[in-house]
């Protein structure tokens, strides 16, 4: 029995519609340059109040895309999940690092770590109002410049520090969206506010679909662009709050999901919706992100949040 057969028995290889041949026919190899960078990474956890009582349930992925699995390129995606020190808000951060940059993880990775770190020093003891998202990202994007810089000078780069802001985003940038969920219900649930910067994006999974917090990307276009803001360059964050209710999931994630997700209302929209109406096991929420649709081929990285009922 081959290893790809054995793990079909512990974990089913999910499919929404036409798989296309690069799904069955890609083998995954590593990069030679960054082997500690995981192909696949995950969580599932959760989170309780002092007194034991489960506040909410927690599933997160990044898998690499079988695109960067072929041609043995890392995954430029990352994620990042906490609760503020107070105990009341769980912050989730989700970013997706250009693939035109080859170092683009760099500042994923950089967003999701510096961004959860602010949220947590703003945020405890305050309330979410206290997040003021556009002097927050041009905070955030200036940690982005400045450990970009740092990391080519560390793989010695001489002229890192004079290089021009776009020469750094040129190597590497990041897309980012934050989630600050309020883990103390109130009468209409959980209130959640966002900031987003680029296409990764935020959903409320519910009894009625997909219910989009920001607008859909390319929504309305006649002709479909790759074109996104980026950090460290400047960019105005889209921001928007919300409520996440009993029975419903808070849904971060990049596009190599949102893209296929489109408005929700599709195929994929409808099987996920249907695998995610509880948390499942974290292997198998792994698996599902990783999913199998023809002409999709990028990183793939998902942060779901349950409240719990009660």
Known sequence: MSAEDMTQQCVPRYVIGEPGRAAALVVPRPSADLWGRKDTVLDGFQVDSPNGA??????AASVRGLSHRAYAKVRQDAYGVRVTGDGRYLVVAVADGLSAGALSHVAADTAVNRGIR??????????QAAVEWAPFFRDLAADVERDCRDDLFDRGVADANSRTLPEIAATM???VSFAV???IPFDSGHRVVMGTVGDTSVWVLGDGGWQPTQPVKNDGADLHSSATHALPLPAEPVRAAGWVRPGEALVVMTDGVGDPLGHGTGEVGARLAQLWRTPPHELEFTAQVGFARKTYDDDRTVVAVWPARG
């Open 173 to 175: 940038a990041t897309t």
């Open 54 to 59: 489960a506040l909410a349930y927690v599933r």
């Open 181 to 183: 969920l309020d883990l």
């Open 118 to 127: 602010r949220l947590n020093a703003l945020l405890t003891g305050a309330d």
